[in-house]
């Protein structure tokens, strides 16, 4: 989405410490605390919510203000769902297509060899080294190259990386995950798209478990936050 009348910085930070949890699940977003400490004026700001509440990451709540969404196993398995939906769908449109090389997605997953695990306390290095992880999919659903499709993948990036952030420091996890993008590729490379879609619903739909624990703790411990009393 473009981003008019609105800083960028400020729609990034925002973005970023939701995301990486900085700013809880279901916590209150005051307006003049936020304008005081960011050195911004509200309107800015409010174009800010505006934008993320179109990402699925804040809400308005009639005579509460706006708050961060909550996280919860419902919204997580509804969003990878979806996301297998789509992924599936491209690799349709990739056979139909006759599409063998993908270039882009080789590089994105190369560029994902050498990402160290960020610090704990560095929101930023989190959000990019889950940008960075995120871009091997992204790229593959470029390659497929309906438009609807791509806008549509795009929009569940800022929801799924919410969860995708609570299984980044799984020891073997992501070595894991590389080999079977990597086979991915060469099944497509070959002309195997069914096996192919086979290994990637695999990929996709082994993460929700792995997470439950983790996404019921979050969805009990934001029961007592502000916005939702």
Not at 20 to 47: C, D, F, Y
Not at 150 to 163: K, P, T
């Amino acid at each position: 989405m473009e981003i008019i009348g609105v800083s960028e910085g400020v729609l990034k930070y925002l973005r970023v410490h939701i995301i990486t949890r900085v700013i809880a699940p279901l916590q209150k977003l005051n307006e003049q605390e936020l304008s005081s400490s960011l050195g911004i004026s509200r309107a800015p700001l409010r174009e800010a919510f505006r934008i993320l509440a179109h990402e699925n990451l804040v809400v308005s709540i009639p005579r509460k203000g706006c708050c961060v969404t909550g996280l919860s196993m419902k919204d997580c398995l509804e969003i990878f769902q979806a996301r297998c939906m789509m992924e599936a769908f491209a690799i349709d449109l990739v056979e139909s297509h006759g599409i063998r090389e993908l270039p882009e997605v080789e590089k994105a997953l190369e560029n994902t060899a050498h990402l160290e695990n960020p610090k704990d306390n560095d929101a930023y290095a989190k959000y990019d080294y889950l940008r960075s992880i995120a871009d091997v999919h992204i790229k593959f659903v470029e390659t497929a190259g309906n438009q609807r499709l791509i806008q549509l993948y795009n929009s569940i990036f800022s929801s799924l990386a919410r969860y995708q952030s609570l299984y980044t420091y799984i020891p073997g996890l992501m070595d894991q995950s590389r080999k079977e993008h990597e086979l991915f590729l060469r099944l497509i490379k070959k002309g195997n798209y069914s096996k192919a879609k086979e290994i990637l619903i695999s990929h996709i739909n082994k993460f929700t478990p792995l997470i439950e624990d983790k996404v019921r703790a979050l969805e009990n411990a934001s029961t007592n936050r502000l916005c939702a009393a």
